[in-house]
């Protein structure tokens, strides 16, 4: 059974200050996503990450993936209060011909306090 | 294009009650999956489809049924609400490539039963 493990499930940050969300997961893969959601908000995709090695930035926010360690890290430089939300990795387990269906980590709620 | 749409936003039902949550999609997306988000629990896949006419369990189908009668709609049915049934239901759809399969999320559903 695929597990997908994110920590910490809570952050508590400061504005201006660095941390990293991590995302690991338990079989192979080389599909992985990041989403935003804010309270009572759907699901807004971040990022993409499609294989080893990969690495996208937007803004604030950058995430990489290593497959070989099974790792996805979701990296915050200097943070702003914008930024607070449940973030979700979630991950596709097969690889080609698959129905493609996620398997989603429980979601890390940030918190980013001036 | 509006995206992935859902109807109802919000809706109480009493235990044993049944009801029908609302899916279209006009992006002409082979795929098309329901998930429900508990807190704490991340989300969850109830089923999924991979076309018109076809359909599947995902990891809590109980309680629930699927059709999928066209590529635009894919309907939830509660057979007999249960107050475990209380939760939020997101649906999604996404292109059927075998390579990049972003899912697109609807507003979701906030459903109460009582």
């Known amino acids: 059974e695929l597990k997908v493990e994110q920590n910490p499930l809570f952050l508590s940050m400061q504005e201006g200050k660095n941390y990293t969300i991590y995302c690991n997961y338990s079989?192979?893969?080389?599909?992985l996503y990041w989403y935003r959601q804010d309270p009572g908000k759907s699901l807004e995709s971040l990022f993409v990450l499609l294989s080893n090695g990969a690495v996208k930035q937007e803004g604030r926010l950058m995430a990489s993936l290593d497959t070989k360690a099974r790792l996805s890290t979701l990296h915050i430089t200097a943070a702003v209060h914008d930024l607070s939300a449940t973030y979700f990795c979630a991950v596709d387990p097969n690889y080609g011909g698959s129905q493609g269906n996620l398997i989603f980590g429980k979601g890390t709620k940030l918190s980013v306090k001036p | 294009n509006a995206g992935v749409t859902q109807t109802p936003k919000f809706q109480v039902l009493k235990t044993g009650q049944s009801m029908t949550l609302q899916c279209a999609q006009d992006m002409n997306h082979e795929y098309m999956s329901w998930y429900r988000q508990d807190p704490g629990m991340g989300l969850r896949l109830i089923h999924y489809?991979?076309?018109?006419?076809?359909?599947d369990q995902g990891e809590v189908p109980n309680g629930y049924n699927v059709s999928r009668s066209t590529t635009e709609d894919f309907p939830l049915r509660l057979l007999s609400a249960a107050p475990s049934q209380t939760s939020v239901y997101f649906c999604?759809?996404?292109?059927?490539?075998?390579?990049?399969?972003?899912?697109?999320f609807g507003p979701g559903t906030r459903l109460t039963v009582l």
């Open positions: 999604a759809s996404r292109t059927g490539g075998l390579r990049y399969n972003e899912q697109f």
């Open positions: 079989t192979t893969s080389d599909r």
């Open positions: 489809s991979v076309g018109a006419g076809i359909t």
